[in-house]
């Protein structure tokens, strides 16, 4: 299956980059790196859930990048970037310290959003000092620090022994997901949206999603079952903001709650009504519109540009 799959017409397919690079993370990683809109402008670095791609964010991309430099990689075994054996909150957090080092002038502040894994992967860089360095302000869209499994509502029983269990076998299945069917989009518009989403929000998911390849969703499933990132939230101590959808089953609103709870600096936490576990494609408008206010209140725009 293409590892690039994504729609190709309307606000989702994605847009032609800029520029194109590699960085390369701390144990020789390749990552793909966008680049879209004017050198000159504030910068904002997107970072993308499992299974997804630069593809996810293709409406803030064509949205911000009119008046910012909008910065978006592939997580390592996903998208253009090769896969690694190294899967781990540690190599997230590496990988995102060498996109920033890659992309960014010293000192440099951009704001840096991260959906689903993506937030994970921001936590898991908190105390980095090349994300302590650049970092001006984040956006967590759709995500959580521990007990994913636990609190997801995917499968729908009470909470219990017997849903977490079923629920992580179900997210954890090695089996691949075949072509993007109406029964594919069915199942996946279920786990992964809200019910009142369009169809050809839930095509663009899909189509992101089954182009993951099967080793690189199940290897990264097993980091995501373990994943304890509390500490990190109490260390992210740049102005923060939290989106989450109330029809969220992967992550449900408990997460973001518990995000604000205990973020030294949260600057706002927004609940989207209906809206499900792909937020910035559900609400593409208003995710833009919150990485927009940060970006015009925190982030710095390069030296000398």
Not at 88 to 114: F, H, Y
Request: a positive charge; aromatic letters at 4%; charged letters at 20%.
């Amino acid at each position: 299956m293409s590892r690039l799959m994504h729609v190709r017409t309307g606000p989702y397919a994605p847009p032609v980059p800029v520029r194109e690079l590699v960085a390369v993370s701390a144990d020789g990683a390749r990552l793909h790196v966008e680049v879209h809109g004017p050198q000159d402008a504030p910068a904002v670095v997107l970072a993308h859930g499992w299974t997804c791609s630069t593809a996810f964010w293709a409406a803030q991309i064509r949205d911000l990048a009119v008046d910012h430099r909008v910065i978006a990689y592939d997580q390592r075994g996903h998208g253009r970037s090769p896969a690694s054996p190294a899967c781990s909150t540690e190599a997230l957090a590496d990988d995102l310290e060498a996109v920033l080092e890659a992309t960014l002038a010293t000192g440099e502040k951009a704001v840096v959003v991260g959906h689903s894994m993506g937030g994970m992967t921001v936590m898991a860089a908190a105390l980095r000092p090349g994300f302590r360095e650049h970092a001006a302000a984040v956006l967590l869209c759709s995500t959580g620090s521990s007990r994913l499994v636990a609190e997801s509502t995917v499968v729908p029983l009470r909470p219990g022994r017997l849903r977490t269990w079923l629920t992580k076998h179900i997210l954890g299945s090695r089996a691949p997901l075949g072509p993007v069917t109406p029964i594919a989009r069915r199942i996946l518009k279920y786990g992964t949206m809200g019910p009142g989403s369009a169809p050809h929000m839930v095509e663009a998911c899909a189509r992101i999603v089954h182009a993951c390849p099967r080793k690189v969703r199940y290897a990264w499933s097993q980091v995501l079952d373990l994943l304890d990132l509390d500490h990190g939230v109490r260390e992210l101590r740049v102005p923060t903001a939290v989106v989450a959808g109330t029809a969220d089953r992967l992550t449900p609103p408990v997460h973001a709650r518990a995000l604000v709870a205990a973020l030294p600096n949260c600057v706002g936490n927004t609940e989207l009504p209906g809206v499900g576990h792909m937020s910035p494609v559900e609400a593409p408008e208003l995710v833009s519109g919150r990485i927009r206010e940060l970006a015009t209140t925190y982030a710095t725009i390069k030296e000398g540009a």
